[in-house]
């Protein structure tokens, strides 16, 4: 196996990007190979999206805008109307947001990000203008997603201590796919969570899942686990189950792809069945994730719209790019994620505080609590 650049105590790092240049690592490489590719405009931005180069709902959204960033730096000097400007880039984002259309991070940072920009237009303000706050607000984009994964790991460390006090040694936290640095910007939600409770001192272990069929967990989380010295161990997703019946796991945190109104979360296929085996066994199960991730437009989890992807991942190994692993002829359903129901969700841990559910319903009010925060 090849080592990060830079050995131990390297950052790992998703995203690398000064204006003009952004560089992906190559998560499909991971944990054999530590392999950057330059990015040079949204077409590419699309293409390492689609192929799983950088993956994660906060990290997609960052990649891309961060993709069109370069694109525009590389249209200087800038020149023409800054509604032309706007039509262009709504052109570009529009574009990059059809790359994956599970999570809600890429499409309500377009959102976002055209906004600002047709505001600077609507002032009668050029091309030159438009571009500066494109360049500007993605910019910023990669510093507010780390406060905010550290504000999801302090908020949840404590709610995770809270719902269960630590014994002697620790929590036991088990986790589902990747949702550390390298699908963020750094640091994580999900596991920003297992992080803070590990530097309060307050962690005995962070439990992964391989999480199949495309491995996040062994490839990925176990590999940023090992990197960061927290201490771990890997178990195939059927043994979450049995190590919950016999008692070994204090708490389940998971990230979100997309929250419904109603706390309805989309995320990794697994999650689900996850959820349904630590609501049986009394097991604390909690959803760590950025505000945005909320979309109080789509009302519950039948509205969100299931990426489902290649056969390949399930008929062959290594993601789909390894040996062949099932019969020639078999038909394949390989959705990449799945909705968990509010009702088996104990609490939304997110960048504002913890969203609870109110006495006995099964439901979050979500839109009540973003009113208050
Ligand atoms: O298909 P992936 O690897 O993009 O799926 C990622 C997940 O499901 C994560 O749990 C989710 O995006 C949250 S990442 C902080």
Known sequence: MVPLEGGAGEQLLAIRYRRGSLQLLDQR???YESIYSDIKDAVAGWAAISDMVVRGAPAIAIAAALALAVEVE??????GAGLEAVAFLKNRLDYLVSSRPTAVNLAEAATNLLNICQAVADKGDDAEA???AYLEAAEKMLAADVASNKAIGAYGAEALLQ???ASGNGMRVLTHCNTGSLATSQYGTALGVIRAL????KLETAICTETRPYNQGSRL???ELVHDKIPAILVADSAAASLQSLGRVDAVVVGADRI???GDTANKIGTYSLALSAFHHGVPFYVASPLTTIDTATKSG??????????????HSHGGQGTQIAADGVGVWNPAFDVTPARLITGIITDQGVITKEGNSDVFDIPSFIARS
Do not use: C, D, M
């Open 163 to 165: 719902a269960k006090p």
């Open 198 to 201: 590990h530097a309060q001192g």
């Open 260 to 262: 419904a109104a109603n």
């Open 221 to 223: 989380t176990a590999f």
């Open 74 to 79: 590389s249209l200087k000097p800038f020149s």
């Open 29 to 31: 490489k991971l944990p």
């Open 302 to 315: 039948k509205e969100i719209i299931i990426e489902e992807r290649s056969p390949k991942e399930l008929t």
């Open 130 to 132: 438009v571009y500066q």
